[in-house]
């Protein structure tokens, strides 16, 4: 099975995910600057979907480059994440119209926790279908930023209901952490 039909597909499904999200935002009545005001939390919110939806295309595109065959279990697997991914436009609009909010809050990062866990398992598969010797695992390696992402995800949603700026922190962390690509998945790319 050749990887190009799934890599298009994913490509076209995030950015349809990344244009229904900037048509939630509503525009403003008005021509000052205290208009935008209250559609602070909704551009917050937007901006960090952005990056985290921009983080796994750019990630999702890096692992693909870097396998070599993909099955039924791939597909299976990707349409998993991308089904996580597509439910990004509902709980960005949720959390931004509420003001970061503990529940919009949890939930969004029920959101990111599960696209987390939809991308291990893509990864898992991956590996499965090109053996655990290939290139590919040795770019993986043990995976150490997957498996602190989806801890601090779980901290992040439980403290949303105790503050949920700082659940917003332990989001924006995870998002920079992940904001480079894999540097081992760049250099199996050129070799």
């Known amino acids: 099975m050749h990887k190009g039909r799934l890599e298009a ?9 990344i244009t229904i999200m900037v048509l939630e935002m509503k525009v403003p009545h008005g021509e000052d600057w205290a208009t935008l005001v209250p559609l602070l939390p909704v551009f917050v919110s937007y901006i960090l979907s952005f990056a985290n939806v921009g983080i ?3 990630n999702h595109h890096h692992l693909l480059q870097a396998a070599k065959h993909v099955d039924g279990r791939v ?3 990707n ?11 509902f709980v960005t609009g949720w959390m931004g119209e509420n003001h970061f909010a503990p529940i919009p809050v949890a939930l969004y990062g029920i959101d990111l926790l599960m696209s987390g866990i939809a991308y291990y398992l893509l990864v898992h598969a991956l590996l499965a279908v090109n053996g655990q010797d290939s290139a590919l695992a040795r770019a993986i390696g043990k995976d150490f930023k997957g498996r602190i992402s989806v801890a601090v995800y779980v901290v992040a949603i439980a403290l949303a209901f105790v503050r949920a700026e700082i659940s ?4 924006v962390a995870v998002a920079i952490m992940w ?6 998945i760049e250099r199996t790319i050129r070799d």
């Open 56 to 58: 796994y295309w750019n």
């Open 79 to 89: 349409l998993h994440l991308l089904f996580w991914l597509s439910l990004m436009p």
């Open 9 to 17: 597909f994913s490509d076209g499904v995030i950015a349809i995910i």
């Open 179 to 184: 904001f480079v690509p894999d540097r081992r």
């Open 75 to 77: 597909l299976w697997a």
């Open 168 to 171: 917003m922190a332990l989001y």
